[in-house]
T-cell receptor, first 116, second 106 residues
Framework: EPEVTQTPSHQVTQMGQEVILRCVPI?????FYWYRQILGQKVEFLVS????????KSEIFDDQFSVERPDGSNFTLKIRSTKLEDSAMYFC??????????????FGPGTRLTVL | GIQVEQSPPDLILQEGANSTLRCNFS?????LQWFHQNPWGQLINLFY?????KQNGRLSATTVATERYSLLYISSSQTTDSGVYFC????????WGAGTKLIIKP
């Protein structure tokens, strides 16, 4: 069964460093998403991406964050200068279609980011 | 924005018991998903249910979109059902509730 994959599973970094989290969405899906979950809290939407551009982003997704689809399979989230409060589990998701249609989102296993 | 309330926040049951988890949302939505977050943090899709009733084994879900709520039923609970259950209505993005933490005791 097709699945979303994410690498690495755990990333430890120093405050101020840049990190890139990688995701491979399900191959025929067209919509891609990043969410994050701070330990013990609810899941929060960061950004959605379609047709090589951001379609929606939340207030959390400020200038420190960027997303890219560098090739036909990968979808990345970059945090330019990490802060302690960026420590969280980051989930990538993908869906076949957008909100007006059948758009069940499928999630990867997550990358746990720890900023020291 | 849309508010999502899940109840109860915590639930402790003996193995074999049945349970009903509720999700209320404050505005109309296009779709709704239920997830199980296992103890390893993975989000497992349970149901994609914008309206009506669906069943999958011991689990079933009902969404009444006109009344803005959804219910998740778990029958004959097993210890592996433990974890956090999230409801996430969706317009252009999933909007997450705080979850129901379920503990099934052997």
């Amino acid at each position: 069964e097709p699945e979303v994959t994410q690498t690495p599973s755990h990333q430890v970094t120093q405050m101020g460093q840049e990190v890139i989290l990688r995701c491979v969405p399900i191959s025929n899906h067209l919509y891609f998403y990043w969410y994050r979950q701070i330990l013990g809290q609810k899941v929060e939407f960061l950004v959605s991406f379609y047709n090589n551009e951001i379609s929606e982003k939340s207030e959390i997704f400020d200038d420190q964050f960027s997303v890219e689809r560098p090739d036909g399979s990968n979808f990345t989230l970059k945090i330019r200068s990490t802060k302690l409060e960026d420590s969280a589990m980051y989930f990538c998701a993908s869906s076949l279609a957008g909100a007006e249609f059948y758009n069940e989102q499928f999630f990867g296993p997550g990358t746990r980011l720890t900023v020291l | 924005g849309i508010q999502v309330e899940q109840s109860p926040p915590d639930l402790i049951l003996q193995e074999g018991a049945n349970s009903t988890l509720r999700c209320n949302f404050s505005d109309s939505v296009n779709n709704l998903q239920w997830f199980h977050q296992n103890p390893w943090g993975q989000l497992i899709n349970l149901f994609y249910i914008p309206s009506g009733t669906k069943q999958n084994g011991r689990l079933s879900a009902t969404t009444v979109a006109t009344e803005r709520y959804s219910l998740l039923y778990i029958s004959s609970s097993q210890t592996t059902d433990s974890g956090v259950y999230f409801c996430a209505p969706c317009n252009y993005q999933l909007i997450w509730g705080a979850g129901t933490k379920l503990i099934i005791k052997p």
